[in-house]
C-alpha cells in the first residue's frame, strides 16, 4: 500500500527551513509595528535558552528538529535581507532583443505575436487589454504569467532531448538542463512563481543524483524558506500563495481525490479533472480574498486549455531555436516552414479559446469579500487532509460523496448572493469625478485611465454612460465591446464630432448641454472644478436649470470639486452663493472623501440640510 503523504517535513534540514517559514510569518504579519523585529529576536533567544534548561521529554530525532527550528529562526532574523519596497522586474532586454527578431520572421499576426511574447516570457504586459479581461475572467490568466507551467514544459523538453543525446551519462543532460533553465530565470528576472519551481525541479534533480528522494512537504517547505531568506518581500505575496497554494492542491488533495472513485484508473480524463479541481479548490481562497472574485467557468477551460499549452509551448522553444540557426540568405525560404506547427497549434488554441469563453466564463465578483466563502472552503482542504485518519469515512457511499464536496461547494459559491446595487454610488479620483444612479453612470471630467468606467465589484455593468472629455473615449469603448452597451451620450461642450460619422458607434453627442442638467427631471447634478474659464458657464446653466425645470420637487446640486490647495475658494463659493447669482434651489456640497453622504441625503430628504 501507498505511503501517506505527510503534511510535515521529514528530513532534518526540512525543519530548519520550518523555523525560517514560521519566523517570516510572524514577521510579515507585525513588520509595521514598531521594534517588533527586536521583540522577535528577543523571543526566540527565550526559547531557545529556556528549553536548553528544561528536561528533555521528547526523542532525540524530536529534541534536535526543535533546536534547529529555534536556530533557524534566529539566524533568519539577525542574517536575512528584509526588504519590503517592491521590486520593479523586467525583461532582460537582450532576451526581449533576440525573442522579437525572432518573431519578425514568423507568419504571426501583431495580436498573435504578442500572445506568443506573453506564453514565452510569462508576462501579462504584453497581450492586448480587451484579450486580458476576458483571460482574466476564464480563469486561465496564469497560462501568461511565469510559473511553474512554463519552467516545467521548457525543462522537460530539455530533459528529453538531452536523454536522446546521452542516454549513458543522463546527468549531462540534467546540467544542461538547470543550467539553461536558470538563464530562462534570470532572463525573467526572477519572478516568484517561476522560482519557487526552478528549486523544485534543482531540489529534485540534485536528489536523484544522489538516488535520494524528497517528499512534497520539503519541496514547499525549502522553497518557501530560500524566498523568505532571499527575497522577503516576494514572502506571502499574493503571486506566492497562488503558486503555493496550488502546487500544495498538487502534492496533497490530487492523490486523496485520485483515492476516491476508481483508484485503480491511470486515465488522463480522471488525472487532469482531479488536477484542475485540486488547483481550483486551493487557489479559491486567495482569489476571493484579495480580488473578490472567482471564474468558475476556468475550471472547465483549463481542464482543455492547459493541457494544449503543454503542446504548444514546446513547440513554440522549439521553433525559436530552430529560426536561430537559419542563415540570413535562408530567413525567408525556410521561415514560414518552421513556424507551420507552432502557427497550427496557436491558431487551435485561440479557436478552443473563444469558443469556450463564449459559452460561459462563470465569473462571479462581490462586492466585499465573503470570508464565509474562504472559511469553508479552507474546512473543506482541512477535512481532505483527515480524511484518511477517520476510519468511518472509508466506506464506499462516504468516499463518492466526499469526492463531489468540492464540485457541491463550488456550485453552491457561485449561486452565492451578490450585493444589491445601490441607488447613488460615487467614485472620486484625479480630475474626475463618477456618479452612478441605478444603471446609468456620469462620468464628470477627465479619465486618466480606462479603470474610471469599470464598475465596481459585485456589481452589474451599468447599461449607460454619459461622459464629457475626450479622454474618457478609450474607456468607453472598451465597454461597449465588453457589454454590448448602445446608450452612450457623449457632451461634447462645443467639441466637433464630425468625425464620428465616419464610425459606426453607438454614440450619441449631445450639443453644448452641460453634463448633469437633465439627469432626472426631479434634480440636476453639476459639477465645477475651480477653473476660472468655466465659471460663466456654469453660472448660465444653472440659470437655464432654474427657468426650465418646474416639476414642485426639482432639486439642483453643484458639486465643487476643487483642488486641495483651492479649499478656501470652495468654501467662499457657499458663502457668497447669493451674491455669484446663483438661487437658493441650488446646494452647493464640497467634494471630499465622504461626499456622497450629505448628496444623498439631499436628494432624498432635503429639508435635512
Known sequence: MKQEISILPRSDFGWFCLGICGTGFFLKLGLKIPGFHSFLILFFLFLFILYTSLPKFFSNQIDKRIYLYLFASILFLVAASIQQSPRQRTIHPIFRSYLETQLK???????????????????????????????????????????GLHLGIFMGSLQFLGNLCFSKRKWISLLVSLGLGFL??????????????????????????????????????????????????????????????????????????????????KSILKENLNLTIACSICSFPILVYYFSSFSFGGIGINFFLVPMAGILLPTLYLSFFLQSLVPGFLAETLSSWIWIPASFELSIFLKIFYTLTEFGRGYQTWAKPPTELCILSILIIISFLMFSKLPFLQKPIFRICIYFLPSLFLTFSFFYPEAKIPGLMTKRGKGNLSIRIKDHLYIFGTCDSKKNLEPLRGLLPPKKISFESESCLQGVLSQIRKHNLTDIFWYQNGQDLDWMKNFQLPIQPQGSEILGANISPDFSILRFDGDPKHVSQILKQTKLADKSKFAPRWKGVLLLDFPPWKKKEANEWIQYQKLLGISTAWKMILVEDSFEIPLRDHLQYPNLL
Open 184 to 265: 530562462y530565470l534570470a532572463a525573467l528576472d526572477f519572478p516568484v512563481s517561476f522560482l519557487r519551481a526552478y528549486l523544485f525541479v534543482f531540489l529534485s534533480l540534485t536528489a536523484s543524483l544522489f538516488y535520494r528522494k524528497i517528499g512534497p512537504a520539503d519541496l514547499l517547505v525549502i522553497a518557501s524558506a530560500c524566498i523568505a531568506f532571499f527575497l522577503f518581500y516576494d514572502f506571502l505575496s499574493i503571486g506566492f500563495l497562488l503558486s503555493f497554494g496550488a502546487v500544495f492542491g498538487i502534492f496533497f488533495l490530487k492523490p486523496r481525490f485520485d483515492k476516491q472513485i476508481f483508484p485503480e484508473s
Open 105 to 147: 520572421n514568423s507568419p504571426f499576426t501583431k495580436f498573435e505575436s504578442r500572445i506568443v511574447m506573453g506564453f514565452v516570457t510569462g508576462s501579462t504586459k504584453e497581450i492586448s487589454g480587451s484579450f486580458k479581461d476576458i483571460a482574466k475572467e476564464s480563469g486561465i490568466l496564469h497560462l501568461f504569467a511565469a510559473s
